[in-house]
Structure formats: C-alpha cells, structure tokens
C-alpha cells in the first residue's frame, strides 16, 4: 500500500510530560518525533493531539508543544485514543482514509488506537522508531502484535519521503534539511 499525503491524517499519542522521562531511547525518539511532526508539517498533513488524563500525566512535552499547539487537542482517560468520542469524531470528519500513529507507551495507548483504528476500517501506519514505553520488550512485542494485526510499519524518514514521492516536489529540500 502507498501512503498519500492527500489521504493522511497524523495521530499523536500521549507524549506527555510526567510519563516520557522513564521512556527507554527517550532522546533519540524525542528527535525523531520532532522530526516527524516538521515533516508533516511541511506536507499540511492533519493533526489530531492526545493527552492522557493531563492533572495527572501533564501536557505534551515542551518540544513538541510548540509545534502542535494550535492542532485540536483531545485529553483522554481511555487508553485508546477511539475510545473517546470526541477524538473519534473529530477523526471521522478528517475524511483521510490512511491515520499515521506515533507516541507512547507503544504497548498500551498506541496499541490500543492502532487496533481500534483498523476496527474503524482506516489502514493504519505506525512510525516505529517515533513509539517507545518504559521497556523495549514491551515496545517490541507491541510492534509486532501490531504488524501481525495489519498496521502497515515504517519510519519517519521513510515516510516523509514516501509523502514527498518526488525531488522535484516543492517540500523535497525542507524534507532532505529535516533528515539530515
């Protein structure tokens, strides 16, 4: 299946500030969800925010913070992001067939969207070295379970160029600075 940037939406689990410091590779996927959401940007691809119960967890983390702020933002008690009507909603009325999914903990709210997502009937892409959880077996498992399940895996350089599909697309270079 080819990824479309006409036909994608992004999906941001829970990176949130009480939770993401006892993340395993938290400084590398830092950098590459940073990376990601830049690169989706630069393509106007829709973003839909996710935050686990806020008093509790916190907001997403600075970094990205600023990069997202202005994208509806839905906070949550139910691990799956579907589970919660207005995220749902406001995924539904994206028209977007394809959802790209990154955040945390893999093993547990982006399993759970991911799964919920191929229920709803939206072919499902997992950016896998923008997900981790507090174990790398966990993240691993949950990878896989999710492959086995049908959720198409890739990673963010590969994605982002697979948006581009072109050098001579207008957003190639900011892309090429991006990954560089």
Request: net charge negative.
């Amino acid at each position: 299946m080819r990824i479309d940037v006409k036909n994608v939406a992004f999906c941001l689990v829970d990176v949130q500030e009480r939770l993401y410091p006892h993340m395993t590779n938290k400084d590398e996927v830092e950098k590459n969800l940073l990376t990601l959401v830049k690169g989706l940007q630069l393509h106007e691809v829709p973003f839909i925010v996710n935050e686990q119960y806020k008093k509790g967890i916190g907001e997403t983390i600075p970094s990205l913070r600023e990069l997202v702020d202005d994208y509806p933002h839905f906070e949550k008690t139910t691990f799956s992001c579907c589970k919660n009507e207005e995220t749902m909603i406001a995924i539904n009325a994206l028209g977007k067939k394809q959802i790209i999914v990154a955040g945390i903990e893999t093993h547990v709210c982006v399993l759970q969207t991911c799964i919920d997502l191929l229920h709803s009937g939206y072919k499902v892409i997992l950016v896998t070295d923008c997900v981790t959880s507090r174990k790398q077996n966990d993240t691993d498992i949950a990878i896989a379970r999710l492959i086995q399940s049908g959720v198409i895996p890739t990673t963010y350089e590969s994605l982002l160029f697979e948006l581009t599909v072109n050098a001579k697309h207008p957003q190639f270079k900011g892309i090429s600075a991006l990954v560089k």
